[in-house]
């Protein structure tokens, strides 16, 4: 299995930022897209969404729930064959020194992944299926992953949120998710203590009581509450959520859905330079 590095911008250091995708450098974009789409789409999106919410520390057990068994850019019930997709919003930031990004900024598929520490789906989806896409995806340049730490589980995801940023400011951002997560199972509540994480941020090579610090930083609060408010706008009800491209795709899904999926956009990608 493909070791999980703890960041992968190399090599981006000296390009230009690419703007924004559809709005100006700087500008917080808004998307109701809940109101545009076609509402059989956004009823049968809003169902499985719904379906992944996992109760507490649940195990997820050895069966797929209902949303990881959706395939890939299947229709919801009633939509019409020949019916445009709806267009989603496009949220990726492509920011080239991004320490909770992993691959290159001008990939020609970027996944936007919405997880929560404390959801089962996103340890599972982290433990097995992201190293994968490292190995066949990013490490080719092929594929951009951009995390968006949410707080759907209560104070825990919160603390592990800013946790995670703390971990970036020091470059382990990947790393620290991976710990979190490591047998795909979450980390249990008390690991989220104080002293549990300097713990942990120390056993990963990072400075402890530098971290904690960071932790409590106006820096780390501001890019949660970003991430947050992204969610909302976005009608994000639980975890693990991706948008692939423009495409949503619900749960932790088998790793043949997501190299399904990429590899579509790859193809759309390819053909659109001929």
């Not at 299947?74 to 691959?103: C, H, I, K, M, Y």
Request: a negative charge; glycine letters at 8%; one cysteine or more.
């Amino acid at each position: 299995m493909q070791q999980i590095p703890e960041n992968n911008n190399a090599g981006t250091e000296n390009r230009k930022p690419a703007p924004e995708r559809g709005g100006k450098p700087g500008t917080r974009r808004k998307f109701p897209w809940l109101w545009v789409a076609p509402i059989p789409v956004a009823l049968a999106i809003g169902l499985l969404i719904g379906a992944q919410l996992p109760v507490g520390d649940r195990d997820p057990g050895p069966a797929a729930p209902a949303a990881a068994t959706q395939n890939p850019g299947s229709q919801a019930p009633g939509q019409n064959a020949n019916a445009p997709a709806p267009a989603f919003p496009d949220v990726a930031r492509l920011e080239v020194q991004d320490p909770t990004a992993l691959g290159d900024v001008n990939a020609p598929v970027v996944m936007v992944a919405f997880t929560d520490f404390q959801c089962p789906y996103c340890a599972k989806w982290t433990e097995s299926t992201l190293p994968e896409l490292i190995g066949t995806y990013i490490d080719q340049g092929k594929l951009r992953i951009e995390w968006r730490d949410l707080d759907l589980f209560g104070d825990a995801s919160l603390t592990a949120a800013h946790a995670a940023q703390a971990a970036a400011m020091q470059g382990s951002y990947v790393a620290f998710h991976a710990r979190m997560a490591e047998g795909g199972t979450i980390a249990p509540k008390s690991a989220y203590s104080a002293t549990s994480l300097k713990a942990t941020a120390e056993d990963l090579g990072l400075d402890g009581e530098q971290f904690l610090v960071d932790m409590d930083s106006k820096q780390a609060k501001d890019a949660v509450k970003r991430n947050l408010d992204e969610a909302q706008e976005l009608a994000v009800m639980s975890t693990p959520v991706f948008l692939i491209n423009q495409m949503p795709f619900v749960g932790a899904q088998p790793l043949e859905n997501f190299v399904a999926a990429i590899d579509a956009e790859l193809q759309q990608a390819e053909a659109g330079r001929q």
